[in-house]
T-cell receptor
Framework: EDKVVQSPLSLVVHEGDTVTLNCSYEVTNFRSLLWYKQEKKAPTFLFMLTSSGIEKKSGRLSSILDKKELFSILNITATQTGDSAIYLCAPSSGNTPLVFGKGTRLSVIA | NAGVTQTPKFQVLKTGQSMTLQCAQDMNHNSMYWYRQDPGMGLRLIYYSASEGTTDKGEVPNGYNVSRLNKREFSLRLESAAPSQTSVYFC???????????FGSGTRLTVV
């Protein structure tokens, strides 16, 4: 059975802090790992990672995958209140539906 | 704008009533999905359709039925709503295998 564990489940930080969100997974026929950000409505796509050790960046967000140890991290530097959201990770094994972790709820306070 | 359209956005039902949640995508995607999201539970798969003409159960299918009407549309039906089905429902579609999903904006359903 596929498993996805995200940690921490919730996090409160002050603006300007740096945060690291964790995602560990066990899936058969792993192809990629996806990160999503969910504010008040639907999840929106952040990153797709397919190769170990190659960092993907988008502004203050970055993510990296370790296929040997079966985990990924999402870093957010210089956090802003607009980063407050639930962050979801989901490993993909190709054709089968995505299995999502329970998410990390990040709250950034001014 | 291209994407996934879900209707309705909000709905309140009485226990035992039925309703259908509609979902349509205009990206020519083969695969479509229905998830529900409850506090602390993440997104859980109800049903999915890997291609037109096929549907399969997900993790939490009890109390639901689906129809893949054509390539664009995938509907979710609650035949006899129960309070345990109070949730936020998301439809999603995916193009090539391994790609990410595009989500609809969600339906907040309350069953009283």
């Amino acid at each position: 059975e596929d498993k996805v564990v995200q940690s921490p489940l919730s996090l409160v930080v002050h603006e300007g802090d740096t945060v690291t969100l964790n995602c560990s997974y066990e899936v058969t026929n792993f192809r990629s790992l996806l990160w999503y950000k969910q504010e008040k409505k639907a999840p929106t796509f952040l990153f797709m990672l397919t190769s170990s050790g190659i960092e993907k960046k988008s502004g203050r967000l970055s993510s990296i995958l370790d296929k040997k140890e079966l985990f990924s991290i999402l870093n957010i530097t210089a956090t802003q209140t607009g980063d407050s959201a639930i962050y979801l990770c989901a490993p993909s094994s190709g054709n089968t539906p995505l299995v999502f972790g329970k998410g990390t709820r990040l709250s950034v306070i001014a | 704008n291209a994407g996934v359209t879900q209707t309705p956005k909000f709905q309140v039902l009485k226990t035992g009533q039925s309703m259908t949640l509609q979902c349509a995508q205009d990206m020519n995607h083969n695969s479509m999905y229905w998830y529900r999201q409850d506090p602390g539970m993440g997104l859980r798969l109800i049903y999915y359709s890997a291609s037109e003409g096929t549907t399969d159960k997900g993790e939490v299918p009890n109390g639901y039925n689906v129809s893949r009407l054509n390539k664009r549309e995938f509907s979710l039906r609650l035949e006899s709503a129960a309070p345990s089905q109070t949730s936020v429902y998301f439809c999603a579609s995916r193009g090539p295998p391994g790609d990410g999903y595009t989500f609809g904006s969600g339906t907040r359903l309350t069953v009283v």
